[in-house]
C-alpha cells in the first residue's frame, strides 16, 4: 500500500519536500539577502502612501530599478498576513515549490515519460541554488517561474505539430510576467527563443505557427503596462532610472572582466549542478553515441536548453560584477535535459554518489546531536534531527526498494541543505533585528516614538519587519544627525558610534551577534575561539537622550 501510494502521488510528494527542505533557511532571517531590503522597505513605503504602482526607496524617493511585479507579490503577502518575517517570504517559498511541479508537468509533457518528469523535479527541488533562491523576496525565483513557464509554452510549440492554444499563453505570457518581474532579461530569452523556433536545424516553426495574434497582443499590453504608466506618471526620469539600472551601470565594457565574469559563469554553474555533472560527463563517448541516437525532436529540445544555457551565461558574463543567482533561470531546464539522459542510459557511480551524501548528512546529524546535548537544545534543530532520522529509516526501509539512484540522491541533496541549516539555526539565532525590537520595546518604544537607524539600511529593514511595521523607523544610511526629540531611539552599529556624540545619551547593547552561543558551552579547545568569534561579531547599541 506504502508503495502504491508513493508512485501514485509521488508528484505531489516532490514540492511538499521541497517546502521541508528550504523551510529551516526560508521562515527565519538566518541570512538577511542584502537585496530584499529594497523590497520590503518599499512595500511598506507603497502601502502607506496607498500607491500601489510607484515602489519607493527607504528615503521615500521612487525606485525605478525593478518593473512591479514583485512588489506586488510581496504586497499580496503583506495584506493578507501583515508585516512579518514569515510573510516577507512567504509567496516566494510558495512559488519555489510551484516550480518544482511546473518542472514535472514540463518534462512529463515534452518527454512522455513520468519517471523522467518525477526525476527532473527531484533534480530541480534539490538544487541548492533553487533552495536558497525561494528564501529570498527578490525577483530571481519569479523570474525563473515564469521564464520556465515560457519556455515550456515554446518548446510545445517546437515539437507539436498542432499546438494547443494553451502553450502559446504560457509562451508568451510567461515572457510578459517575466518582463514585469525582472525586465530586459526576460525579453532577451523570449527573442532568443522565437529565433530558435525559427532557424534551429532539427524541427524548425514556421513564422505563421510561432504567432497567435490575439495571445501576442495580450502579451504586450500586460508587459508594457505598468512602463507606460510609470512614463505618464514621472516622464523621462523613469526611464533613466530604469535604462541606468538594467544596462549604464550594469553591463561592462571591460573585456578582461567579461572574460572573467564568464569563466565564474561557467564555474558556478558547474558548481550548483553538482554531483550531476560528473556522472552526466563519466562516460564522454557514451554521452556523444546518446546525442546521436536521439530523435530530431528530442535533439530540438535539447538545443533549446543548451542555448539557453550559452544566452545566460554570456549574460552573467557581460555585468560588471557576477552573481551566481544570475545562473537560476537554467537550472529546471538542466534538470530535464539531466534527467532525461539518466532515465535512458546506465550510469556508473551513482550508487557510490548516494552513499557520499548520506555520509555527509549523517555528519551533520551527529553535529547536530552533539549541538542539542552540550551546546543548545534549541526546538527547530531537535525537530530537524527527528526528521533526518525519519528519513534514514525510510531510505533503509522503503525508498531504497521503490525509488531509482537519482531521486535518491537528489533527496539525499536536498537532506543535506535542510540539515545544514538546520544546525545553523540555534548558533545564528537571535538575530540582530529580533533582539533590537525586543530590546527598544524594552526600553520604551511607542507609536510616538521614532527609531534613527544609522549605518546599513539592512538593519532598519529588519528592524522593521521583526517590529511587524509597528515602529516608526528612520533609514538614516550615512548621514549621521542626532535627533533632537527626548522620545526618539538611536540605534548603531558599535564600529560607527564614533561618529555620533552620545555623551548626552544613555546608551545599552541593544543586539550581539553570536548571542544564542556560550563559549562555556564547548569544549575547553574551542572556548577561545568560540570567544573570539562573538568579539569580532556585530554588535549595536540603543540610546536615548537623558533626562534633563
Known sequence: MITFSFRKSSF???????????????????????DEKYYTDAVMQMMEKDDYFTPYQADGEPRFKKPVLTYWVLMASYKLFGVSRI??????????????????????????????????????????LVLMSAGRSIPDILLVLFLTLSAWGFLEILI?????????????????????????????FAGASMLFLLFNPWQKVKLTKLLDPLVVGVAVVVALSWFVLMYVQHGAEFWSFFFADQVGERVSSKTVQVFKNTFLGVINLGAFLLPWI?????????????????????????????????????MSGAVFKFYDRYLLPVIPLVSIMLAWYFVQNKVLFKKTTLHVFLFLNSVVLVLGVVVVFFVIAHPVLIVGICFSIFMFVVYGIKWAKT????????????????????????????????????????????????????????????????????????????????????????V??????????????DVVVGAEEWSGIKSEKFPGFLQEAVDELKENGSRYFIATRKND
Open 12 to 34: 505531489l510528494l516532490v514540492p511538499f519536500l521541497f517546502l521541508i527542505y528550504s523551510a529551516p533557511s526560508t521562515l527565519e532571517y538566518l541570512f538577511f539577502f542584502p
Open 87 to 128: 510573510s516577507s517570504r512567504l509567496f516566494f517559498w510558495l512559488a519555489g515549490a510551484l516550480l518544482v511541479f511546473v518542472c514535472y508537468l514540463m518534462a512529463k509533457s515534452l518527454s512522455g515519460s513520468k519517471k523522467i518528469a518525477l526525476t527532473a523535479a527531484f533534480i530541480t527541488a534539490a538544487n541548492p
Open 160 to 188: 507539436s505539430n498542432e499546438p494547443k492554444r494553451k502553450y502559446y499563453w504560457l509562451a508568451y505570457m510567461g515572457a510578459a510576467l517575466a518582463f514585469e518581474t525582472k525586465g530586459f532579461p526576460a525579453a532577451a
Open 278 to 314: 560528473v556522472l552526466l560527463f563519466k562516460k564522454p563517448r557514451k554521452l556523444l553515441q546518446f546525442s546521436k541516437q536521439i530523435e530530431n525532436n528530442v535533439k530540438a529540445v535539447f538545443g533549446f536548453i543548451i542555448l539557453w544555457v550559452v544566452l545566460i551565461i554570456m
Open 403 to 490: 525509488i531509482s539512484n537519482e531521486i535518491a540522491i537528489a533527496n539525499a541533496l536536498g537532506l543535506l541543505y535542510f540539515n545544514v541549516f538546520a544546525l545553523l539555526f540555534p548558533l545564528l539565532m537571535p538575530n540582530t533585528g529580533s533582539q533590537l525590537v525586543q530590546r527598544l520595546e524594552l526600553e520604551g518604544v511607542d507609536k510616538n516614538s521614532k527609531v534613527y537607524v544609522y549605518g546599513n539600511i539592512r538593519t532598519a529593514a529588519s528592524v522593521r519587519i521583526y517590529s511587524e511595521n509597528r515602529f516608526d523607523v528612520v533609514s538614516m544610511d550615512t548621514t549621521f544627525v542626532l535627533p533632537e526629540s527626548e522620545k526618539d531611539f538611536v
Open 492 to 505: 548603531v552599529n558599535q564600529k560607527e558610534m564614533d561618529k555620533l556624540d552620545l555623551t548626552n545619551f
